[in-house]
């Protein structure tokens, strides 16, 4: 096969994985908030309700339209997406923004009405547990909370924006409790309970997170130090490796 032609071959197959499931309007529409071009976003929307435009469909790599408004820092087109996507897409573009340390958008996201609306309501229902969530997000974790990722990346600013909020992160139980809660999830993904469990310590030891969080960094510093120490002698995954 000459070059030319590997390039051609090439070229197909990135237009296929990007096209793959998506329709030409929402390609169309996709594209626009990358660019940011208001217009035709605005229009995109304007035209869902008649044709076959999903305004929370994703690429193949699982970005929807706000997710790639995000990347381009386009904050015209960050607030239209707000107004109009679901839930769902808000809170996955959420924690894509506090990956990138995007602390503006952050906070235009969880200040957004909508995003507010979708957070009292899930508290409401009890909030449901991430741990049992079938469809894991497409860049996270489902038990990685916006406060856990945050302070995964030790963001002064982002983390104390969630404790204003009264989000916390919860110690998990000891590994030998037998709650029910415990028993259910170590039967259902013994792996799955161990990751979140690192998850959560991790963040947990967040310098951040405990500077802000606790009246006496210092002790807490300690004593999370001596529990760790512990649970490394009774979990595989606490070791130094």
Not at 175 to 186: A, F, L
Request: net charge negative; charged share 25%.
């Amino acid at each position: 096969m000459s070059s030319f032609s590997c390039s051609i071959f090439s070229a197909s197959k990135l237009t296929f994985r990007w096209t793959f499931g998506l329709t030409d309007e929402e390609r169309v529409f996709l594209n626009a908030a990358y660019l940011g071009d208001v217009g035709i976003v605005r229009q995109s929307l304007e035209d869902s309700v008649e044709s076959s435009l999903n305004v929370n469909c994703v690429d193949y790599m699982g970005r929807n339209a706000l997710h790639l408004a995000i990347d381009s820092e386009k904050l015209d087109v960050i607030e239209i997406l707000l107004d109009n996507l679901s839930f769902n897409c808000i809170e996955e573009a959420l924690l894509h923004a506090i990956s990138k340390g995007a602390t503006k958008i952050v906070k235009i996201i969880i200040e957004h009405p909508n995003f507010m609306a979708g957070e009292d309501k899930l508290r409401r229902m009890g909030g449901g547990d991430a741990f049992f969530r079938l469809e894991e997000k497409s860049q996270f974790p489902p038990d990685i909370t916006p406060l856990i990722l945050a302070a995964h990346y030790n963001n002064h600013e982002i983390i104390q924006m969630f404790l204003s909020r009264n989000h916390t992160i919860e110690k998990p139980h000891p590994i030998s409790c037998n709650c029910q809660d415990c028993v259910t999830k170590q039967n259902y993904d013994s792996l799955k309970r161990s990751r979140s469990r690192l998850n959560a310590y991790r963040a947990l030891a967040s310098p951040a997170y405990m500077a802000l969080s606790s009246p006496d960094p210092i002790m807490t510093t300690f004593e999370l130090r001596q529990e760790m120490m512990r649970l490394a002698e009774v979990e595989k995954e606490f070791k130094v490796g």
